[in-house]
């Protein structure tokens, strides 16, 4: 399968817990973005990477919540401190240069349930 | 104002039906437009982009208005198996950060 892999697919945390999440993106995919994704909504931009640089972070991305890409392969997702709020799906996306830069590609997504 | 406004429905429809789905964006420099597919607990997948032309798949078509500033998405023939939540995503001129909206579910009954 060469599609965008996430892990854990599910992970149940008691509050105040630190979590770690793994994107395993299409291999020749540069950009990776991160988002959150609560029931009835559409996904929420959190940060984005281009190879190992992140370019961008969304506001919503609190000082609890840090990514990075240090070989512009895999991304984490790290949140610290968990709140009940922080329960959603994180689903993480890649894509690729021109002629398709803008196209995106998810992974499985991982559900973060805390309680 | 939201910047990507979708009527969440659901639109139940039966099966042979033709269904239209509206997107209403906000920022006029919008430059990129698409339509997701998301099953219920699954991942949204790329369903077709959306060109100033128009867009044309099978039994979905899809639309630009720029001056009214929607996209619209047309299915014909619904079947079972189009029932999910169509997700309509808007790309800003410069910016590789797209803006999802929050989906319209359709529900395709025999």
């Known amino acids: 399968d060469t599609g965008v892999s996430q892990n854990p697919r599910h992970k149940i945390t008691k509050r105040g817990q630190n979590v770690t999440f793994r994107c395993d993106p299409i291999?020749?995919?540069?950009?990776l973005y991160w988002y959150r994704q609560t029931l009835g909504q559409g996904p929420e931009f959190l940060t984005y990477?281009?190879?190992?640089?992140?370019?961008?972070k969304s506001r919503l991305l609190s000082d609890r919540f840090s990514a990075e890409r240090p070989k512009g392969s895999f991304s984490t997702l790290e949140i610290q401190r968990t709140e009940q709020g922080d329960s959603a799906m994180y689903l993480c996306?890649?894509?690729?240069?021109?002629?398709?830069?803008?196209?995106?590609?998810f992974g499985p997504g991982t559900r973060l349930t805390v309680t | 104002r939201k910047e990507v406004e979708q009527d969440p429905g659901p639109f139940n429809v039966p099966e042979g039906a033709t269904v239209a789905f509206n997107c209403t964006y906000s920022?006029?420099?919008?430059?990129?437009f698409f339509w997701y597919r998301q099953d219920c607990r699954k991942e949204p997948k790329l369903l077709m982009s959306?060109?100033?032309s128009g867009n044309e798949d099978g039994r979905f078509t899809a639309q630009l208005n720029r001056a009214s500033q929607y996209i619209s998405l047309l299915i014909r023939d619904s079947k079972l198996s189009d029932s999910a939540t169509y997700l309509c995503?808007?790309?800003?001129?410069?910016?590789?950060?797209?803006?999802f909206g929050r989906g319209t579910s359709l529900i395709v009954h025999p």
């Open positions: 996306a890649s894509s690729s240069t021109s002629p398709s830069a803008y196209e995106q590609y």
């Open positions: 291999s020749e995919h540069n950009r």
């Open positions: 990477f281009q190879n190992e640089a992140q370019l961008e």
């Open positions: 920022n006029s420099a919008s430059q990129s």
């Open positions: 959306v060109y100033s």
């Open positions: 995503v808007v790309r800003s001129g410069g910016s590789y950060i797209p803006t």
